[in-house]
């Protein structure tokens, strides 16, 4: 199972009264590996705006190319390029999250799911519900009729006068 962490865009104060924005907006991000990060990190992090982690990674993987090219230095070179490749799958969605929360945005909820439409259903289940103003509250007040005869409990169940 994962964990979603849940993001809502900067700005929205009462998710109720915007329901609709809110659900357009709000971000579900997956803690876990990710492939397309592993297998692209550079063009990973371009996606998703991380302009410093693009910096370091292409200095890093310039770096272990550099080395891979010296003589007795190709296992210390593929090793660094494959903990960049690493790295950016482990840890790219909480630099992901971590630039979100910079830019002001919430952390709503921390869902565990099998997938993201039951991780969306499972958190938007949980929103306040607006009031109906239509209910009418004339007929609330409707007297509980009791049509059992027989006094006392029913199949040894205890009474309803509190009694066992």
Do not use: C
Not at 84 to 106: C, F, N, Q
């Amino acid at each position: 199972m994962a964990s979603y962490l849940i993001l809502s865009p900067p700005g929205v104060s009462n998710r109720s009264e915007v329901a609709d924005r809110y659900r357009d907006d709000t971000r579900f991000i997956r803690d876990g590996f990710s492939w397309t990060a592993f297998l692209f990190p550079t063009l990973w992090m371009l996606f998703h705006r991380l302009w410093l982690h693009v910096v370091a990674a292409i200095l890093l993987q310039g770096i272990a190319l550099e080395l891979m090219r010296q003589p007795g230095f190709f296992a210390a070179g593929a090793a660094l390029l494959l903990g960049v490749h690493a790295l950016a799958a482990l840890e790219g969605r909480h630099a992901a999250s971590d630039r979100l929360i910079s830019r002001g945005w919430k952390v709503e909820n921390l869902v565990s799911a099998h997938d993201l439409a039951t991780a969306e259903e499972i958190h938007f289940s949980q929103l306040e519900q607006a009031p109906n103003p239509n209910i009418h509250s004339k007929n609330w007040d409707i007297p509980a009729t009791n049509t059992n005869t027989r006094p006392g409990p029913s199949f040894g169940l205890p009474g309803y006068d509190g009694g066992r």
